[in-house]
């Protein structure tokens, strides 16, 4: 693969082009494509991107949000392909439209999936479609697989995996090895990810998808009747996840009640194990909230207030502490009840009371999580 070039800026030395161009397939995902083209030329994902980059441990990190210049320059010189061919398949464009700009430097992006990298190896980040995988002639990885808003297939109608469905580890293709030859296997077990029969995706879940990727396409989104810009549309659908999330803990009757004008039954809602942010949280529980949070879109903000007013809210049942209202919504909930009461100065115990079951039950939950990762 010609000799080694360093991704120095100022280093000049020309690295030998790869004998065949191994272009990208539509919606390629960047690490998709690395780790294809290193089976195509029959090396270790590791091999490939050490001999473009000698100097950058690749895999330690999370390469589908974007590399620097002069690293997409040794990698055009060697591929044949344009530098922005291969910005194109990174996550860094897209994930601009939901946060109002680009996320640079944020450990988590909005609305992106986050990989939990520790050395090589992920805790998430990445799903798949199955029948997808199994159709290609080639076998990769989609750029939308990785956005968070994203938990089913449109073409099959069937949720999205993330995990392999016969050892249930991370799905890491990166991990893989020349003597795999294709994309659509476990790194950890060898399976074939192809295999596994998914459920079928929820109708108000996928609904939510469409409005979410025609939100970013428009750049803006539809609440009720009423348009509002992607950035603020993205917001107002956060809002609503956490409004979802306090009432699967049982925090508010007031709460429950102003869910049932949105034909949502809070007994059904089942909060994450975890407790985690939602780029880090299981497909299934992505798109049970998700699809909730479509039906409360579809209302209008006018519907908001009538339910809040009617369930008697407060501002304080909208907005837990240091949390500020979507500003879509302050009109409708005007006149709502402030009770906050004066909050007094308590000084901590010595001894701190036992941590709740719920508390327990979610620090296992992320235990666990870690422990296969790391297995």
Same mark, same amino acid.
């Given at each position: 693969?010609?000799?080694?070039? @360093? ?70 010189? $060697? ?45 998430? *980040? ?12 080639k076998p990769y990885y989609r750029l939308r697989w990785r956005l968070a808003w994203h938990t089913a297939c449109l073409r099959h *109608? ?10 249930? *580890? ?16 476990? $790194? ?43 950035? @603020? ?17 049982? /925090? ?59 369930? *008697? ?10 949390? /500020? ?5 302050? /009109? ?43 297995s």
């Amino acid at each position: 693969m010609g000799a080694p070039d @360093e991704g120095d800026p100022g280093d000049r030395r020309m690295i030998r082009p790869w004998g065949f161009p191994i272009p990208l397939l539509p919606d390629e995902l960047f690490s998709s494509w690395l780790v294809r083209a290193a089976l195509v030329q029959g090396c270790d994902p590791l091999v490939l991107t050490g001999s473009v980059w000698p100097r950058w441990r690749v895999w330690t990190g999370d390469p589908d949000r974007g590399i620097a210049a002069d690293r997409l320059a040794a990698l055009a010189r $060697a591929s044949g392909i344009a530098a922005t061919v291969f910005e194109a398949a990174t996550l860094r464009t897209i994930a601009s439209a939901p946060a109002g700009g680009f996320p640079d430097g944020k450990a988590v992006w909005p609305w992106v999936l986050a990989a939990g990298s520790r050395n090589r190896r992920r805790r998430g *980040g990445l799903q798949y479609c199955p029948a997808c995988l199994a159709e290609d002639k080639k076998p990769y990885y989609r750029l939308r697989w990785r956005l968070a808003w994203h938990t089913a297939c449109l073409r099959h *109608g069937r949720i999205l995996r993330d995990c392999c469905p016969h050892c249930g *580890g991370t799905v890491e293709p990166h991990r893989l090895s020349a003597e795999d030859r294709h994309l659509a296997l476990c $790194a950890r077990c060898k399976g074939d990810l192809r295999k596994a029969d998914e459920a079928q995706a929820d109708g108000d879940a996928l609904a939510f998808q469409s409005a979410a990727d025609e939100a970013v396409q428009r750049r803006e989104g539809i609440y009720g009747q009423e348009r509002i810009s992607c950035e @603020e549309w993205f917001a107002l659908s956060r809002y609503f996840v956490g409004l979802l999330r306090r009432a699967a803990m049982g /925090k508010s009757d007031i709460l429950n009640e102003m869910l049932r004008a949105f034909d949502i039954d809070a007994g059904d809602l089942e909060a994450p194990a975890t407790g985690l942010v939602l780029e880090l949280l299981l497909t299934r529980e992505r798109a049970a909230l998700l699809g909730r949070v479509r039906r409360m879109l579809g209302a209008g903000p006018e519907a908001f207030g009538r339910a809040a007013k009617k369930a *008697g809210a407060s501002v304080q049942t909208l907005c837990e502490m240091r949390q /500020k209202l979507p500003h879509c919504l302050e /009109k409708a909930v005007a006149g709502l009840p402030d009770r906050s009461p004066e909050r007094l100065r308590r000084k901590r115990a010595a001894t701190g009371r036992p941590r709740s079951r719920r508390s327990v039950a979610r620090m296992w939950a992320r235990m666990r999580r870690a422990m296969l990762a790391d297995s």
